[in-house]
């Protein structure tokens, strides 16, 4: 879920022209489940090969990269390691609810109430063990770097983009802001028409960019501050926060105060949590720099096989996603070697 900073903090809408030629440092499960909950049948079913094994995230994982590719943009796709042990009640909490979603779209099914069921289907979306090492297969196959992250995905990226090894992090969620991500970039694999949840009303998405520079210039606070504001309204390691503040009213209190202890302090507040430990998490979670980034062409019989002979895909599509992509590295700054571009 993340922490929901939409209504303080701005973006700036951007084509994906801006970002040709760059490495994007792509938040892995927040992709996959991006993918596994619109990449659905009518009924809500996901996208499954004939032993019923899921393959919605392979489909977007193959096409999208493809997509991403040809506009000449470099993905890197960075997963979770072992969260912090703040984040496992709100880990239970979350499998609690998706197991209840699951329940209520198989009764939904029965009753042919069809447009809840796949509203139901796309809560209960759960990420495997399998669909992860699945993803990172064909990931490698496609010759797109993967790293693993130490702990939180989204920190590991923040620190690769301070480290200039990446020029943003890519992810719907701005917890990468408060881990110190220079830059974020949204809607980047999700563009197009999108249903609002709940509503027959669809929007255009467009990809964006946040600059924590610019949003920390315009707040008027600093990093530290911005978490704080994080801590108050609710984080993944205290889910809830406090109880009737909002983005606008935890902005102009911390502009006040000046900290969570103050706030506390002045306004005689109770917290059934501990302030510090959720802050140094966002200020100095595990990372690594041990990953290697090479972007290599696509080992085309090994996509085949895992994809075509094992997953029941078309040969005919991957075949031409794959010449496409094939193309796009030969084509990238009008070079005809691939290495080159790497």
């Known amino acids: ?27 892995a499960f927040n992709t996959l489940y991006q993918f596994l909950s619109i990449i659905r049948q009518s009924g809500g079913e996901p996208l499954s090969d ?53 329940k209520k779209w198989h009764d939904a099914l029965v009753e042919e109430r069809m447009e809840e069921a796949k509203s139901y289907a796309i809560q209960s979306t759960k990420i495997s063990h399998d669909i ?59 563009t197009g028409k999108r249903k609002l949840p ?15 520079d610019k949003i920390l210039k315009q707040l008027e606070i600093t990093l530290e501050q911005l978490i704080d504001i994080g801590i108050l309204i609710g984080t993944d390691y205290n889910p809830g926060g406090v109880e009737g503040i909002g983005p606008k009213k935890a902005l102009k209190l911390i502009k006040k105060y000046g900290s969570v202890e103050k ?10 949590f501990q302030v510090e430990p959720i802050r140094e998490i966002f200020l100095s979670i595990e990372v690594t720099h041990d990953y290697s980034l090479e972007w290599k062409a696509p080992e085309k019989e090994a996509v085949m096989d895992f994809l075509c002979y094992h997953r029941d895909f078309s040969s005919e599509r991957v075949e031409k996603a794959l010449e496409k992509l094939e193309n796009a590295y030969s084509k990238i700054k009008g070079q005809s070697v691939l290495d080159t571009w790497f």
């Open 263 to 272: 706030i506390v302090e002045k306004e005689g507040l109770s917290l059934n």
């Open 50 to 102: 004939s032993e019923g094994r899921v393959t919605s995230h392979l489909s977007g994982l193959l096409y999208r990269n493809v997509n991403l590719i040809e506009m000449g943009i470099k993905p890197v796709y960075v997963f979770d390691g072992r969260p912090p042990q703040l984040k496992f009640y709100t880990v239970e909490e979350r499998n609690k609810k998706r197991e209840e979603a699951r």
């Open 198 to 212: 709940r509503k027959r009303i669809y929007v255009t998405v467009k990809p964006e960019i946040l600059y924590i």
């Open 1 to 27: 879920m993340g922490v929901q900073l939409g209504d303080i903090v701005s973006s700036e809408i951007i084509d994906f022209d801006f970002l040709k030629g760059r490495a994007v440092a792509v938040d």
């Open 132 to 190: 992860i090492e699945e993803s990172k297969k064909l990931l490698d196959f496609l010759g797109i770097p993967v790293v693993q992250a130490p702990s939180e995905g989204e920190a590991q990226a923040a620190y690769m983009v301070k480290c200039g090894d990446v020029s943003s992090t890519a992810s719907q969620d701005y917890d990468a802001l408060l881990f110190g991500s220079t830059r974020l970039v949204r809607n980047l694999t999700i």
